[in-house]
């Protein structure tokens, strides 16, 4: 059996790292066709030595320029800019997209793949969130395969009966299911005292007490809102409604997410807090292969705990599950609003709680109408996000 051709869109990121490591472990499984990235040429560099892609992708043409000119003795050619992530996600000779670029930048390319009818490992939530129906629809128009690989949704699809995975029942329900249970740490602050939260630094919000991420998707662990996109995402992913899914947090992350049946089973999927076993499981579904992962050990582990989520604590989840119930142009406006937030606050230009500020000022000043085409999505985000910046701006 040939190698299987693998693209891997967000190459520098955690997830694009950890899925590499996956491959290097099965490599006559695997084969590394090309790598994207945004503007990290440096490590950009080091993967293509190491991997030898035959195409490197950068957001950018300086980044492009200036990685051409490092793999110049190479023979992986270097390409720019997102169209070109389109042209090679969907090339005839690639087998699997991993997409784990982080935002709305991640949509376009995996449109693309799936529109090329590939077998998609779905790491960014964003594609979902902005453009849920659309998405979906065209999963099933051009018969591509989509394998979620966020923990928290690669574990509600292992713990699910096979025709509620490959989409053969029109509800959950028609599988006996009554309930999805969503899964999350709580982040670093699950315990502050929540009048403390305004003087939150940057360097406190992206040091995730369980997980290593980026930053962005650490300072939304930290408010919350990677689990509120992660309800929006479930929504699409699992062909169900807000009201049947709960957030459950479970500060230990070694129970991933679980389904409770309508007979009073609770089906769970355990595991160490490491990408990689997600990651294994969408490259090979449905066979198994070694991840690099080591097993619980049940002996040691101290204890297991539950609690539902305080919204006082956490007003952006709160914010993306009435945005879920609201529908997509909600979604979408809401997501691109948390973007420039969330940038503004790295940057150190607003508060830790301006972001929930910024976000819910956005949804509510935004005219929200029904998205039915991929142009009038990138709109609405566009449209969003300038009111988010405006937002900002008078905060200064």
């Known amino acids: 059996m040939s190698a299987q051709q693998l693209v891997v869109l967000g190459a520098t990121g955690s997830i ?48 492009a320029k200036a990685l051409a000119d490092i793999l110049a003795s190479t023979e992986t ?33 995996t449109l693309s793949a799936v529109e090329a009818g590939k077998k998609v490992l779905l790491a960014n939530k964003e594609s979902l969130v902005m453009s849920g129906q659309l ?41 006996g299911i009554s309930k999805i249970l969503l899964t999350g740490s709580g982040g670093p ?78 089906i769970a999927q ?3 807090p490491d990408m990689r076993t997600p990651i294994a499981y969408g490259l090979a579904y449905p066979e198994r292969i070694d991840a690099g992962v080591e097993p619980l050990d049940f002996a040691s582990i101290v204890d297991f705990t539950f609690t539902k989520p305080d919204y006082a604590r956490y007003p ?7 945005a879920c119930s609201a529908g997509q142009a909600a979604t979408t406006t809401l997501n691109a609003a948390n973007e420039v937030a969330v940038a503004a606050f790295l940057n150190k230009q607003i508060g830790f709680c301006d972001i929930y500020r910024v976000n819910a000022q956005t949804l509510e000043l935004s005219e929200l109408s029904v998205l039915k085409s991929i142009e009038s999505i990138m709109e609405t985000d566009r449209r969003a996000r300038r009111v988010a910046e405006q937002i900002i701006a008078s905060m200064r």
């Open 189 to 266: 602050f699950l315990h502050r005292d929540i009048k403390s939260l305004e003087s939150v630094t940057v360097e406190e919000a992206v040091a995730h007490p369980n997980w290593s991420m980026g930053q962005k998707i650490s300072v939304d662990s930290a408010t919350m809102m990677n689990k509120g996109l992660e309800f929006i995402e479930a929504k699409w992913l699992f062909n169900c409604q807000a009201d049947d899914i709960e957030v459950v947090i479970h500060p230990q992350s070694m129970i991933h997410s679980m389904v409770q049946y309508r007979d009073g089973s609770v």
């Open 16 to 63: 694009g790292l950890s899925t590499l490591d996956v491959v290097e472990r099965n490599p006559s499984r695997y084969q590394v066709y090309a790598l994207a990235a945004g503007r990290n040429v440096e490590k950009m560099a080091q993967l293509c030595f190491k991997h030898k892609p035959r195409y490197a992708i950068m957001d950018e043409q300086a980044a």
């Open 270 to 272: 355990m595991g160490q």
């Open 77 to 109: 050619e270097v390409l720019a800019g997102v169209v070109e992530m389109q042209d090679i996600a969907s090339h005839v000779d690639v087998d699997i997209v991993m997409s784990a670029i982080v935002g709305a930048a991640g949509l376009l390319p």
């Open 135 to 175: 998405f979906m629809d065209k999963v099933k128009q051009h018969g591509a395969t989509l394998l979620p690989i966020d923990s928290e949704h690669n574990a509600i699809y292992q713990c699910l009966p096979q025709q509620a995975q490959n989409g053969s029942v029109d509800s959950i329900h028609k599988c």
């Open 316 to 322: 952006n989840l709160q914010l993306a599950i009435d």
